[in-house]
Every structure is written in C-alpha cells, then in structure tokens.
C-alpha cells in the first residue's frame, strides 16, 4: 500500500520535473545556460553508467573515463573522416557501442578477477593507456590537441541538441533502471552486500561483474558520444583521470546505489562549477574550483554519506516513523 | 544404494597445520547425519572442503557419484548441495524478504534476465513470503536484514538454504548463539524439514540431546580426524568417543 502510493507520489515528481526540464529553453534565452543543461544531461548518463558499478555492484573503477573517451573520439572520428550526416553520427554509435562492449568485456573478464583496490589500479592503468594511444596516435587523433568537426545538421541548432540529450538521459534512465530492477540488477546488489554468500546462492559472480562492466561500459561510451557533439571537438581530455573522478564525485555527492541520486550529483557539480568559475571574476582563488570541490568531497563523505538522495530518504522514513 | 554424498581421503594443510586428515565418508540419500566434536575439530573446515569453500589438499569429494572435488561454490550449489554458515552471512542492507527472493530466484535458474520487468517474477516473492512464513519470519519481510536479532538472522539464512531447495542440506550450528526460548523455534523448522524426507541433512551441532533425537548417523571429529562414525545408541555408548568429549585424549601425533 505505502509503497504503491510512494511510487505514485515519486512518478508525479519526475513528471514534473521532466514538464520544466522541457519548458526550459522556451523560457531561456541564454545559450550558456541552454549548453550547461545539455552538459548536465550527458553527465548524468555518465554518473548513472558509473553508479551501476559503485552503488549497485560495489566496484571500485578509477578508469571510467576510458569508455568516456572511447565514445568521445569514436564519433568524432567518424563525423570528422567520413561526413558529418546523421547516418554517419548513427553509425558512430553503433561502432561505440560495439568498441566499449569489447574494451569493456575484456576489463570485466581481466580484472574483475581481482579484488577491490587491485583492480581499481589495473583500471587506472588501462584508462593511462587509452590516454597514451590518443596521444600517441596522430594520424588519426591529432594527438594531444585533439581537432574541430562538424556535426549533423539536426543536432548544430542548440534547442534541438538540448532536447535530444534530455531525451538521451530519459531513455538512459528508464532503461537503467529496469536493468537495476531486474533479476540480474538484484543480484548485483547481493553481490555488493556480500559477494561470497551470494556466490553459495549458486550465482556466477564473475558472469554479474561481467554483466555490470559491460552496461556501465556501454552507457559511459554513448555519454562520451554525446559529450562530444556538445563540443564539437575532441581531446585527450576525454581519457583524463578527472573525467572518472567527476563521475565518482556526482555520484557519492548524488546518492550511492540510487540512479536519481547520479542524475541530481550530475546537476548540482556541473551548477556549481559554472557558478565558481563566474566567480573567478571577483577573485582568483574561484578560478582553482578544484579546491572547493575537494572540501565538498571530504565533507560529503565525513559527514553524509549516504549523498543527498540516501539523507532525504533517512528524513522520510524517521518522519514515517514518528 | 550409492552414497549421495561421498569423501575419500579427504585432508587439508595449511603449512604443517591439517584441520582436516584424512576423512572418509559415505552418506546416504535422507538420511539425517550429525557430526560432533570439540572446538577445533575440524567441523567446519570439512563442511567448508564439502561446499567448496576450501579446496583440498588430497583427497576427493562426490556428489550423487560425480566428482565435484574442483567444482566451484556456485556449480556446487546448483548440483544440488546447499549450506548454511555458522557465522550468520546474509545480505544486510538488503530486506528479509530481498534476500530469500534472491535464493528463490537461483534455484529458479533466472541468472541471466537483464531487462525483464520485475513483475514477471512476482511469484518469486511469493514463495519467499511463503518460505519466511515456514521459518516462522513472516512479520519481519520488509525489515532490512541487518536489523534482524540475532536469531532471526538464523531463521533467514534456513529459509534461504530452504529455497534453493538443494537434496543436500548442510547446516552449520543452526542455533548458534541463539537464545534458549528462539531454539524450540529452530529445532521445529528442523523437524519439519526432516520429516518431509526428500532431503539429506549434515548438520553441525553442540546441542547433543538435540542431535540424538534427530539423527539416523553420528560423525565424530576430532583433531580433524574421523574418530567414529555409527547410530546414536553406539556412539553414546563408545569409550573412545567418551573420553574425546571429556578431555582425556591428547593429540600427540601430531
């Protein structure tokens, strides 16, 4: 019964948020602000892709970013070497999501092997190689400049780029989370809780870890497709250990294990990082945002671990209670 | 009739140290087999070699005559050896009910369902409410699992071992650390389970009159080796056995 009404009361609120997220660049007219939007959106994507393996299946990966970039220079390459229609672009995704299947299935089967800390280093190790290859290989990536291209011409108009990665993030979510709901999805979290009993249930762990690393893969090499678009321009800092680790922040700022929770980490990183950067006007030090966001992460881990969607649900279920 | 469960030789060492030496047995389709024996017998270890959370030194293990002696925990499980854990291993922040559902769930043999709706599976939650009931849980299906008392904890992780509905059951000190009034509750599902009579049970227990109604086998260890096994009445009756349990024999072999 609660939990009928509570889903009910839960659809309303993302109908209502969707409704203004799709009024938004009617009531806008700033363009930096229609872009950041967009931006938001394709890092949610990207949070959520990276949740699936920190919340859901408790892993530990420094090198997300690798899937990111994968993305990111597949479609640029493609739109850049071929044309820039949209059959290209579609194409590019379709190259994406076989390549991050590949990369990501080969991580999943190598390292998944081993244990937490291990195999959080491998995954920086093979994200510095990806680093190294974009760098190394200049015919095709230009290096560490990285080049201009043009993009389809559906997607050059900023309003119609805003609504395709708001629909992006939609159909991202819904299918991400009927991945989470799943029979799969729920033995990823017994595998987080407790990896071994989960195992005597007579699951295949490392089938599941292969399961989680290939979504998360999948989902992070569309975000960095999109990303790329937004730009219209690639670099080497795509694979950047920052990219992972703004995921890392979105999600733990966001809420663990709650999907929503990337989504809102997404919004709230890349709204304040835009604030601190204006800021940088009045004083220097803003213009350093890394410092603050290391402050906000110490805290957030001190003192609410849970992230803003964990802490809102402690709140509901103590006011159920009393 | 061919031994469902079957050791030959079966030891561990780690380093010069051997919890388990040399343990041969054979054990019969229903019937229900107590092993007894002191701390650090050993009995734990073996039901570890058994389920295959330890791998054996020397030594092989069968199920229903296939050697299972390198198979995984998983393959195992899924043969049809099932177990509990001594030290209570559940899922914690996961509901009572989340948690025999996941049991339910393998022993349905969907491992691999990625985007099916969960009401597809709903009679998966139906039998675990029907399970939790049976361990007398009912009340408790929406509780996060950690915040269980300690003997409830025990209840859960028997209507997990109940779903996967394994022919081998091997329960490890079911009542362990329970309250005196939460065992008659435990002992009850127990029986139950037994008088049914289409499983084989291995159970570990330090309750001997609780064992001695129970079982049809007693197995005792003692410094890892298999000093008796017999019914009941025999064992009871071994001077050997008597003088393990109270103290007199020294290891000095080893």
Known sequence: MMLTRRLASSRWWIGLVVLLLIGFPFVSDSRGALILMTQIFIYAVFAMSYDILLGYTGIISFGHAMFFGIGAYTTAIFLHRWDHSLLSFLVSLLAVLVLTGIVSYLIGVMTLRLKSHFYAMLTLAIAGLFLVLAEKWRDVTKGSDGFTFYIPDLLKDRTSLYFVALAFMIIMFFLLKRFTDSPTGKVLQAIRENEQRTESLGYQILHYKIIASMVAGLAAGLSGSMYAITLRFVNTAVFGTNVTLDALLMTIIGGVGTLFGSMLGSALILLVHAGLTDLAKIHWIFERWMIFFGAIYILAVMFFPQGIVGMFRQWRAKWNKG | ?254
């Open chain 2, 1 to 254: 009739m061919q031994p469902i469960l079957q050791t030959e030789g079966l030891t561990i060492a780690f380093g010069g140290h051997k919890p388990v030496q040399d343990v041969s047995l054979n054990v019969m389709p229903h019937t229900f087999t107590s092993i007894i024996g002191p701390n650090g017998a050993g009995k734990t270890t073996l039901f570890n070699l058994l389920s295959g959370q330890l791998k054996p030194t020397e030594g092989k293990v069968w199920l229903k005559g296939k050697d299972i002696t390198h198979l995984s925990v998983a393959k195992r499980t899924r043969l049809g050896l099932g177990r509990s854990f001594q030290i209570t291993n559940v899922f914690p922040s996961l509901t009572v009910l989340e948690n025999v559902r996941l049991a339910v769930q393998a022993q349905a043999g969907v491992y691999y369902s990625l985007f099916a709706s969960p009401k597809k599976h709903a009679h998966f939650e139906k039998r675990a409410i029907e399970l939790l009931e049976t361990v007398l849980l009912g009340a408790k299906a929406d509780s996060l699992a950690k915040n269980l008392a300690h003997g409830e904890k025990r209840k859960l992780e028997i209507a997990m071992l109940l779903a996967l509905e394994t022919e081998v059951l091997l329960l490890d000190e079911p009542t362990a650390g329970m309250s005196l009034e939460e065992v008659p509750s435990i002992l009850e599902v127990i029986r139950r389970i037994k008088e049914e009579g289409n499983r084989t049970i291995l159970l570990i227990e330090h309750k001997m009159d609780m064992v001695l109604s129970f079982s049809d086998r007693l197995l005792v260890l003692f410094n890892g080796r298999l000093l008796a096994e017999d019914t009941p009445e025999n064992i009871m009756k071994s001077e050997l056995v008597q003088t393990a349990y109270l103290g007199g024999l020294y290891d000095d072999a080893s």
